[in-house]
């Protein structure tokens, strides 16, 4: 009787191990891992950039979170992208996607663009505060092997950082109206390695080593309290945090250049610093 029972149970033991191996491939392809929610800059009519710019941002914006895509996947994460087209999503779109999928992460990709050529080098912004370990994170390693400067981390409110529930952070990869970063940006070779460096910052992992902060940032940093108070080197300012209307960008430059006037620690470098940050264009 006992020994019939047995001769049963050990002919269901290969569905059993294979239930097992079913249930456990799944957990290994993600379950486990999470979300994350990729968020390619601009697209269709947005070509994101400076009037004019010669490479298009949107077009690198998407092929990095492409690229970003095809790691993450092969990690097992559940991604999800606000695009996978050259298509024009409102940021207000973008941000239900990201909310949609509870304990997400959000991570969009950008380059940046400056009237002044020379301006250069990687940042990485974030709102709320549990978003900051995340930008730390992926910028440290981003930075780590862009040959390029490393122009801090940023708290400002973006549209997209602002009104997000999950942790969020925004990656300007570069310059494209830099010689050197446009080049950079327009080999494969150079955006896969960019989606590399932003995949291993999702799953924590440690840069490969620090770089520090642009000397004229390094200077703002210590000039600024909020940076005092932040046991993070790499962390730049924080930012009023104002919705980025072009009116209210008017009166914010005017405020912060009398600001900047008034602390006499400003140097000409950090004041063209703050020039290049401002005709920045993350969402815009
Ligand atoms: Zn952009």
Redesign the pocket.
């Known amino acids: 009787m006992l020994s019939n029972l047995l001769m049963n149970l050990r002919r269901f033991i290969p569905y059993v191990a294979l239930a097992g191996f079913i249930a456990f491939g799944s957990f290994a392809r993600g379950q486990g891992k999470g979300v994350v929610v990729i968020d390619a ?2 697209g269709g009519h947005d070509r ?2 400076v009037p004019g710019q010669r490479i298009s ?1 949107k077009d690198k ?1 998407l092929d990095v979170a492409l690229r970003l895509r095809r790691i993450l996947q092969g990690d097992g994460y559940k991604v999800v992208m606000t695009r996978e087209d050259d298509v024009f999503v409102p940021l207000g779109t973008r941000v239900t996607i990201g909310n949609s999928y509870r304990n997400s992460t959000f991570v969009s990709i ?4 400056s009237t002044r050529m020379g301006a250069n080098g990687i940042e990485t912004y974030y709102y709320s505060r549990d978003s900051a370990t995340l930008a730390a994170s992926i910028h440290r390693n981003v930075v780590a092997t862009a040959p390029t400067e490393n122009r801090g981390i940023r708290r400002r409110g973006f549209y997209v950082l602002r009104r997000a529930s999950n942790p969020a952070v925004l990656v ?1 990869c570069g310059f494209l109206t830099n010689p050197e970063e446009g080049r950079l940006a327009q080999t494969d070779s150079y955006r896969q390695k960019l989606a590399e460096q932003i995949a291993r910052g999702i799953r924590r992992q440690p840069p490969p080593f620090n770089r520090p902060l642009t000397d004229s940032l390094l200077f703002a940093a210590q000039a600024s309290p909020v940076a005092e108070a932040d046991p993070n080197r790499d962390f730049v300012r924080a930012d009023a945090v104002r919705e980025r209307s072009s009116k209210k960008k008017k009166k914010r430059k005017k405020s912060k250049s009398s600001r900047t006037a008034k602390k006499k620690t400003s140097s000409a470098r950090e004041s063209s610093s703050k020039k290049e940050s401002s005709s920045t ?4």
Request: glycine letters at 26%; charged letters at 25%.
């Open positions: 800059g601009h994101g950039g941002e914006c950008h380059f940046n663009c300007e264009k993350a969402e815009g």
